[in-house]
């Protein structure tokens, strides 16, 4: 089973600065089956990035994800308020999903 | 829209079986476009995968939960349930049916609001 280890677990920033996520993983992840969610108190996660780079319908383009093998980042060029929340990221091989603990970005 | 809707009991007895059931409006769940599948998160903890399902009937399973869990796909309801048995205390969770999109890299475009079943006697 592939392992998803996020850093930092908590990510402190003010409005307007840039975030950078990372997600590594405990063996080679096929680029195309990594994913990023946003999830905020009380909701179900939103999909960000599929295919470690791509964005999902709706998805501002201040996020944008990139990396390949085992290591991959998160980046939000610009915090907006609303995008204080936890972020997962997730992947999918041979046959099985797993996700990585979430990094929690909260304001400053 | 597609819509997701979880149903089924908030409390469940400690070695019973929790059933749920996923009830998907606004589309098809028969189209070989997308898997359908269940996450579950405990309170104030991460994400974790439970178990996929294809419209064909094919499952997949989490290898650490695989000895406890049914997933199952009943294509002329639009529906799809999962069953979890001898729960514990650790199962309790809010428990998500999702969408998983084959284009999207199995990523999951869309979830249920979340069920919460809390395993207590």
């Known amino acids: 089973e592939i392992v998803l280890t996020q850093s930092p677990g908590t990510l402190s920033l003010s409005p307007g600065e840039r975030a950078t996520l990372s997600c590594r993983a405990s063996?080679?992840?096929?680029?195309?089956?990594l994913a990023w969610y946003q999830q905020k108190p009380g909701q179900a996660p939103r999909l960000l990035i599929f295919?470690?780079?791509s964005r999902a319908a709706g998805i501002p383009d201040r996020f944008s994800g990139s990396g390949s093998g085992t290591d991959f980042t998160l980046t939000i060029s610009r915090l907006e308020p609303e995008d204080f929340a936890v972020y997962y990221c997730?992947?999918?091989?041979?046959?099985?999903?797993?996700f990585g603990q979430g990094t929690k970005v909260e304001i400053k | 829209q597609l819509q997701l809707q979880e149903s089924g009991p908030g409390l469940v007895k400690p070695s019973e079986t929790l059933s749920l059931t996923c009830t998907v409006s606004?589309?098809?769940?028969?189209?070989?476009?997308?898997?359908w599948g269940w996450i579950r998160q405990p309170p104030g903890k991460g994400l974790e995968w439970i178990a996929t399902?294809?419209?064909?009937?094919?499952?997949y399973y989490n290898p650490s939960l695989k000895s406890r869990v049914t997933i199952s796909i009943d294509t002329s309801k639009n529906q799809f349930s999962l069953k979890l048995s001898s729960v514990t205390a650790a199962d309790s969770a809010v428990y998500y049916c999702?969408?998983?999109?084959?284009?999207?890299?199995?990523?999951?475009?869309?979830w249920g609001q979340g069920t919460l079943v809390t395993v207590s006697s």
């Open positions: 999702a969408r998983i999109g084959v284009s999207l890299g199995r990523g999951i475009d869309y």
């Open positions: 606004g589309g098809s769940i028969s189209r070989s476009s997308y898997y």
């Open positions: 399902v294809y419209y064909s009937g094919t499952t």
């Open positions: 063996q080679s992840v096929t680029s195309s089956y």
């Open positions: 295919g470690a780079s």
């Open positions: 997730q992947q999918y091989g041979s046959s099985s999903w797993t």
